[in-house]
Every structure is written in structure tokens, then in C-alpha cells.
């Protein structure tokens, strides 16, 4: 009973917050102005075609509650390899304004990728959670769109992330660090010269793989353009209780606001 008062509690200060950002002289949150489906609709994308992670089914109850609570998009799924065949087409995104992907895996079975990529880049947002970047891992071009690779992780660890953007809504409210504890993805590459960085770490976390504690530049979030789209990135969310979390939940909430263009 406490964590669903809890909850409710995160969704009431997460509404505040928007209403607030939009009208209270305070740092804004982009706003899309008055809401509307050719506007605002997300499509959440939770098929998987690898590993699946158990937090798939707390984001799918988080996510369209974080978008009644902005009063700014709402959320649609897919859930299912049929439903990515249906919904994925570029006739069928027609009102749809961005997709997030929330800890997809694998090729996932997007009717035409490039179609899809060539849609993000007419305007649309992306919007990738943690193992996004384990997605389509033989597609180039999909992972250049999303701005990197994952490569490996070690331990669940508590880090403390260097706060690079502090005007960015999905970050903003965080401070210059942020302390969370999640599985933490190292990736291919260091790609602070073709993103934004938003969250960074300065150090190699503790997770048991070599360095750790070494001083490092690793990325862990990140927006980019796309032709005339906008992708934002996390490399957090595995845990179920992350998902759970106000500041977390502020962080993908802010992301999303980002990446349909307010």
C-alpha cells in the first residue's frame, strides 16, 4: 500500500512540475502547445527479440501515466512482433509523433528500417531507454541514428553521473550530479563529439569490470539530431524499481517532452 501512495504521489509532483514549468516563471519544460493526436501521440515499442528485461512491465504502466501527468502526449503500444508488423508502417505512424523504444533487444522486426529512420529524420522524435542500443546490433545506420552501441555491463552499482546539460528538461531538476543505482552499460564508443552528452561519468563505475574506480569519460544519456527528428537516449532504466523513481521518472518525462519538439 505505501509504495501505490508512494506512486501516486510521484505522478501528482510530476503534474505539478509540468503545469508549473509551463506557467511558473521557473526553468520550461518545451511544450508542444495544445495537445493533439497528430501532435503528441507516442507509440511505446516493448517487443523484444532477445533478452527481456522485467521492468518492460512497469515502464508500460510509467510511461503513459508520466504522459497524462504532463498534460502535453499520450501513449500507445506495441507489444508484440504482430503488433510491431502493424503499427510500424510508415502509413500507420501517420499520427504519430514519436516512438520510444523501452528496452527493446534484437531485430525486433520493423517492416522497413530505413523507412522508419527516414520518418524520424522528417521531424519525428525517437526516444531510446537503456537496451535500445542493444537493438538491431547489425544495423549500422539504426545505431548511428540512436547515437551508439551498447557493448557490455558489469554489476548493478550505484554511480554518481555528471549532470553536462543542466537546462535539458530531462535533467534539469537533477542538480550537477546524479546519484542512482542501476545496471550500467559501457558502449562501442566514445561519441561526445557527435551527441550531446546530458549525463556523463568521470569515473568507471565499481561493477566488477576493469578500471573500476579509474578516472574515464563514459556517456550514459544523450540527445542528437536526425536529419530534422530529435533522439533522446538513456542508457538507465533496467531495474523495476528505477522505474519507480520520481527523479527517474522526471528524467524519461523531460526526454520525451525533448524529443517532440516543444
Known amino acids: 500500500m505505501r509504495s501505490v501512495q508512494r506512486y501516486r504521489t510521484t505522478l501528482f509532483v510530476l503534474a505539478a512540475s509540468a503545469l508549473c514549468a509551463e506557467g511558473c516563471g521557473g526553468p520550461a519544460a518545451p511544450s508542444t502547445g495544445t495537445p493533439s493526436p497528430s501532435t503528441t501521440r507516442v507509440l511505446m515499442v516493448t517487443h523484444t527479440a532477445g533478452f527481456r528485461h522485467s521492468s518492460i512491465d512497469v515502464a508500460e504502466r510509467v510511461l503513459p501515466d508520466l504522459g497524462r501527468a504532463s498534460g502535453v ?90 549532470v553536462e546539460a543542466t537546462q535539458h528538461p530531462a535533467v534539469a531538476h537533477l542538480g550537477p550530479r546524479y546519484r542512482v543505482f542501476d545496471e550500467i552499460y559501457r558502449f562501442v564508443r566514445n561519441n561526445r563529439s557527435s551527441v550531446m552528452p546530458i549525463l556523463t561519468l568521470d569515473r568507471h563505475p565499481m561493477d566488477g569490470l576493469p578500471g573500476a574506480g579509474e578516472p574515464a569519460d563514459l556517456p550514459l544519456a544523450w540527445t542528437r539530431q536526425h536529419g530534422r527528428g530529435r533522439v533522446f537516449y538513456t542508457a538507465l532504466g533496467h531495474r523495476d524499481e528505477l522505474w519507480r523513481d520520481a527523479d527517474f521518472q522526471r528524467h524519461v518525462q523531460g526526454g520525451v517532452r525533448w524529443a517532440i519538439g516543444g
Open 73 to 162: 502526449f499520450t501513449v500507445s503500444h506495441a507489444r508484440t512482433a504482430e503488433d510491431v508488423r502493424q503499427l510500424m508502417t510508415p502509413a500507420a505512424l501517420r499520427d504519430v509523433a514519436a516512438i520510444a523504444f523501452v528496452n527493446t533487444t534484437g531485430d525486433i522486426g520493423v517492416p522497413d528500417l530505413q523507412a522508419f529512420m527516414d520518418w524520424i529524420a522528417e521531424g519525428r522524435g525517437l526516444i531510446g531507454i537503456h537496451s535500445a542500443s542493444g537493438t538491431y546490433h547489425g544495423r549500422p545506420a539504426y545505431l548511428d541514428m540512436l547515437g551508439n552501441e551498447f557493448l557490455t555491463h558489469g554489476d548493478q552499482t550505484t554511480v554518481e553521473a555528471v
